[in-house]
T-cell receptor, first 115, second 115 residues
Framework: GAVVSQHPSRVICKSGTSVKIECRSLDFQATTMFWYRQFPKQSLMLMATSNEGSKATYEQGVEKDKFLINHASLTLSTLTVTSAHPEDSSFYIC???????????FGPGTRLLVL | AQSVTQPDIHITVSEGASLELRCNYSYGATPYLFWYVQSPGQGLQLLLKYFSGDTLVQGIKGFEAEFKRSQSSFNLRKPSVHWSDAAEYFCAVAVNTGTASKLTFGTGTRLQVTL
């Protein structure tokens, strides 16, 4: 089946630094990828849709300059949390649509802790 | 706008007992419905999905769900729960954006299994 990987799996950083999270589709191409954020014991909230070769589409309330998304190839999307602060600490999950309609394959997630 | 409600935040069942997790959705058109399971430290895994046709769908790991349009529900069931089923369960509805489907998740139900 389709596999989506994320790197790193967890990261701890100091407040004010930037953190890049990678999302890769390992055995299929994805012109679109999705980025979600999950707070402890809460649901997944869609942050943005990453589009290969064009700008990402952000959900209402998500700061574009804070969460930079780049979809440089058909197998890689990156999320950069710029000038991270403790309130950005969360679990970030990416997904990519599969060949089956309306189905998404999820990465294992990246846990970010900002001190 | 579409929404998903999972009324039960936390459910505890004994191993071997039956299980039903509730999910109600709100969506103007024919919904594409999903159940995902999230185990600690792991990505979301698709249990089953409903697009059309038979309203009782079978999934992996012995799970099934029934779509009831009149009740706007898509409840997940399992006849006999195993200890390994302890996890977080998310119901989701897909909205077709044209290029890919965006998922809206419920708040999740945490399942605890007692031995």
């Amino acid at each position: 089946g389709a596999v989506v990987s994320q790197h790193p799996s967890r990261v701890i950083c100091k407040s004010g630094t930037s953190v890049k999270i990678e999302c890769r589709s390992l055995d299929f191409q994805a012109t679109t990828m999705f980025w979600y954020r999950q707070f402890p014991k809460q649901s997944l909230m869609l942050m943005a849709t990453s589009n290969e070769g064009s700008k990402a589409t952000y959900e209402q309330g998500v700061e574009k300059d804070k969460f930079l998304i780049n979809h440089a190839s058909l197998t890689l999307s990156t999320l950069t949390v710029t000038s991270a602060h403790p309130e950005d600490s969360s679990f970030y999950i990416c997904s990519a649509p599969g060949t089956s309609p309306h189905t998404q394959y999820f990465g294992p997630g990246t846990r970010l802790l900002v001190l | 706008a579409q929404s998903v409600t999972q009324p039960d935040i936390h459910i505890t069942v004994s191993e071997g007992a039956s299980l039903e997790l509730r999910c109600n959705y709100s969506y103007g058109a024919t919904p594409y419905l999903f159940w995902y399971v999230q185990s600690p430290g792991q990505g979301l895994q698709l249990l089953l999905k409903y697009f059309s046709g038979d309203t009782l769908v079978q999934g992996i790991k012995g799970f099934e769900a029934e779509f009831k349009r009149s009740q706007s529900s898509f409840n997940l069931r399992k006849p006999s729960v195993h200890w390994s089923d302890a996890a977080e369960y998310f119901c989701a509805v897909a909205v077709n954006t044209g290029t890919a489907s965006k998922l809206t998740f419920g708040t999740g139900t945490r399942l605890q299994v007692t031995l």
